[in-house]
């Protein structure tokens, strides 16, 4: 068999790519990505996760509905803790072995984060799900996912999305769009690319972790890409 890549990865999930118009997580979509998840696992990488929660509450729009930003954040860390809960239980039914960490204290539910005892996680082979972003407010999940990408370690940040990779505008608005394959992380900054926020791509640039933009809902795509396959949009 084929080496994979890839040793460790660090999988970045939206919280809306959870939902559907009738669900707030839909329960077919979560088993689809967990059986994703298990083929990668099954190669013999080392996956860790962090999901945002935007189905649930988005604390950047906190202001319109009256609440504190501050306020709004901590409300959008819980929101991700409960999607994390969603995944944990859907990748336990396909019989991987997992651990949930949060940045804060929900001890009833989660362990707290801590860095070498997540590393530990992950060379036992349990997929470690990080939640509560930082735990601090004003740092997106996007930002969460390059920081705990450093931290532990990992070969690269994938950033799982609805379309196959980065183009030149929004494919779903203008036919024209076209894929780019490989970017530098100067020209994603600079082109005022919104796939990830410019915290996220700083924190990557600066300490050599490479991303790549793929479309998770394509059936192998996932292990496809840690396999080495041309898959997605290159950012690095």
């Known amino acids: 068999m084929k080496e994979p890549k890839y040793k460790r990865i660090l999988l970045k999930l939206s919280g809306e790519s959870l939902s559907t118009d009738g669900e707030v997580i839909d329960p077919t979509i979560l088993g689809q990505y967990a059986a994703e998840i298990k083929k990668v696992h099954d190669l013999g990488v080392e996956v860790a ?48 072995y997992t651990r949930m960490m949060t940045a804060i204290k929900v001890e009833a539910v989660c362990e707290p984060f801590i860095r070498r005892r997540a590393m530990r996680h992950l060379e036992k082979g349990r997929i470690v799900i990080f939640g509560a972003g930082t735990g601090n407010p004003y740092f997106t999940t996007d930002s969460t996912a390059s920081l705990r990408a450093i ?11 609805r379309v196959d ?70 950012i690095s």
Do not use: H, W
Request: proline share 2%; aromatic share 6%; net charge negative.
């Open 49 to 96: 996760i962090v999901i945002g929660g935007g189905n649930i509450f988005r604390g950047a729009s906190a202001a319109k509905a009256g609440i504190d930003r501050v306020q709004g954040d901590y409300m959008g860390m819980l929101a991700t803790v409960i999607n994390g809960m969603a995944v944990q239980a859907s990748l336990e039914k396909q019989g991987l």
């Open 151 to 161: 931290e532990i370690e990992a070969d690269v940040v994938l950033k799982g999305t």
């Open 165 to 234: 990779g980065v183009y030149t505008a929004d494919p779903e608005k203008d036919p024209t769009a076209t894929r780019y394959t490989n970017l530098s992380f100067t020209e994603a900054i600079s082109k005022g690319l919104k796939i990830m926020d410019t915290t996220a791509f700083t924190l990557c640039q600066e300490n050599n972790v490479p991303i790549i933009v793929f479309d998770m809902n394509k059936e192998g795509n996932l292990a496809a890409l840690v396999s080495g396959e041309d898959v997605g949009t290159l």
